[in-house]
């Protein structure tokens, strides 16, 4: 085999890890099930491919998460594998494979999968690669799979794309690697936009941009913006070249965006209730919403369900659960363009209803509570209330447990968990704990995740002083509003408050999880 393919691909320093729950083949079932779409069935074990999967986070995480799926990740970079390797043999996961390579010479066993997900790989890529995946999209989806693409979207890049193209010129007269390169272009960027060069003058959602470049990783810089062959597509150009592989625009990520309604604002949704073209509604939505970044699914051959009672003979395996039981109506969600506000009636209801451990869709339609909804006006309620994040979506029935007993001695069951627990734990980013019961992960804070740590180590008794004997070990500082504290009392006295929000409001969850189990 002849060495991977990396023309204009930054291969000089390694990507940030990081976990994107988006790529969960629950997600992906769900938003094919909230558009009539039949998922791929999961009960009996399923195949998943992730291309160009980077340092794999989310590839090993969901691989724990999902013991009956059968989990690959291709990506070029050795030193990305190397280190997926790592993970997988440290974290005993029997059901995961990485495979060095780029997407013209994938092994021949790998086939007939029925995920497939791509983040941070389209708009990244030449040409010829996004030619490879549209034949690897066609060639190696089974009939009736799902694959998730997520691209750099316009019309919401119109007015950056100047930004990326400057910091790429820049950088390319810089010295030393990509990351040391990124960071003079960005402050090359910044001094351009601080003297009011004419482009940032009359660009103020530009200018303002400009600082948040500033606050990213220089890693993630790098890789975003120095990439020979970085592009923004139209979401009808996109959908026009899968459609051209045999695959159809099946629905998006996230789940609001699904429902017009959620993301557009109502002074165009006499628009959108009279286009039934779902195609011309996305175009129309990105416009509407200037939309920067796309997660769009796809299907294989997929099959339509006609009416709920289709959807609940081909899949009735999620849960749909209220994560917050005390929850009050009124309530407003703004997701970003419009605010909805939902204030009793079915949805008062069904937060009731869902507030223990959740349930499936069929137990959700045939509870009497609801008698005077019909079918379909619950079925969309419950899947636009995932929208507006007021249900969760499960692989299971989450656990009980009992509030009212303390917690004193607890375990860590999964051996990926507490790897990952032990390597990320002062790491600068959330760390995502798998939970089969979700199936996806539980991202909790570093200070949450020192807690967590100390807890697993010792037990409750003086657990404050335990975090805190940690993080001066690792050399970590306490900050309030940007500063560090240094009076050892009140970071003592913050350490406990922190300690005692971990124990009723983190820990819970973990439990109803399954991230960690009570001792004794």
Not at 474 to 494: C, L, Q, Y
Request: charged share 20%.
């Amino acid at each position: 085999m002849s060495p991977p393919n990396s023309a204009g691909y930054v291969t000089d320093v390694a990507y940030v890890p990081g976990f994107y729950p988006h790529l969960a083949p629950k997600a992906l079932r769900h938003v094919a099930l909230l558009n009539r779409i039949q998922p791929p069935a999961v009960a009996d074990g399923f195949k998943y491919l992730e291309l160009g999967c980077g340092l794999g986070r989310t590839l090993t995480t969901l691989a724990a998460a999902n013991p009956r799926g059968s989990f690959v990740g291709v990506d070029l970079n050795p030193q990305h594998t190397a280190q997926i390797a790592r993970d997988i043999e440290v974290g005993g996961l029997s059901n995961a494979r990485i495979v060095t390579s780029d997407f013209s010479q994938l092994p021949d066993d790998l086939r007939d999968f029925d995920f497939i997900t791509l983040h941070g790989v389209w708009s990244w890529v030449a040409p010829d690669v996004r030619a490879d995946i549209l034949r690897i999209a066609s060639e190696r989806l089974a009939p009736g799979g799902l694959l998730l693409l997520s691209y750099n979207a316009m019309p919401g890049w119109a007015h950056l794309q100047p930004i990326r193209g400057i910091l790429r010129q820049y950088a390319a007269l810089r010295q030393g690697d990509s990351v040391q390169r990124a960071r003079d272009a960005v402050n090359y960027l910044a001094y351009m936009r601080d003297q009011k060069a004419k482009y940032f003058v009359d660009n103020p959602n530009a200018a303002a941009y400009v600082d948040t470049i500033r606050g990213q990783d220089p890693r993630y810089l790098a890789h975003e913006y120095l990439n020979e062959h970085w592009t923004s597509f139209y979401f009808a150009d996109v959908a026009g070249q899968f459609a051209e592989a045999g695959l159809s625009f099946v629905g998006s990520l996230p789940v609001h965006t699904n429902f017009w309604d959620l993301c557009v604002a109502p002074v165009f949704h006499d628009l959108f209730r009279t286009t039934t073209n779902r195609l011309v509604t996305e175009a129309h939505k990105d416009f509407c919403a200037n939309t920067m970044f796309r997660w769009d699914v796809y299907g294989k051959q997929p099959t339509f369900l006609p009416d709920v009672a289709a959807r609940l003979r081909a899949a009735d395996d999620l849960w749909y659960r209220n994560p917050k039981p005390g929850v009050q109506l009124p309530i407003t969600v703004n997701l970003g363009v419009v605010n909805s506000t939902v204030d009793g009636g079915l949805y008062g209801t069904l937060l009731g209803m869902l507030s223990g451990r959740g349930m499936r869709m069929s137990e959700i339609i045939a509870d009497p509570r609801l008698s005077s909804s019909t079918d379909l006006e619950i079925a969309k309620a419950v899947d636009a209330g995932v929208g507006m994040q007021l249900f969760e979506v499960l692989s299971g029935p989450s656990l009980e447990i009992d509030r009212t007993v303390a917690a004193t001695r607890i375990a860590m069951p999964s051996a990926f968990n507490r790897a990952i627990l032990a390597g990320e734990m002062f790491g600068g980013r959330g760390v995502p704990l798998a939970s089969a019961t979700s199936g996806s992960a539980i991202t909790i804070g570093d200070l949450d995740a020192a807690i967590l740590t100390t807890w697993l180590e010792g037990g409750s008794d003086d657990l404050a002083a335990g975090v805190d004997a940690l993080m001066t070990k690792h050399e970590r500082v306490i900050n309030h509003e940007g500063k560090p504290i240094t009076d050892p009392a009140e970071r003592r006295s913050r350490l406990a408050s922190a300690c005692e929000g971990f124990r009723g409001n983190v820990l819970p969850v973990l439990e109803e999880q399954g991230i960690v189990i009570r001792e004794g």
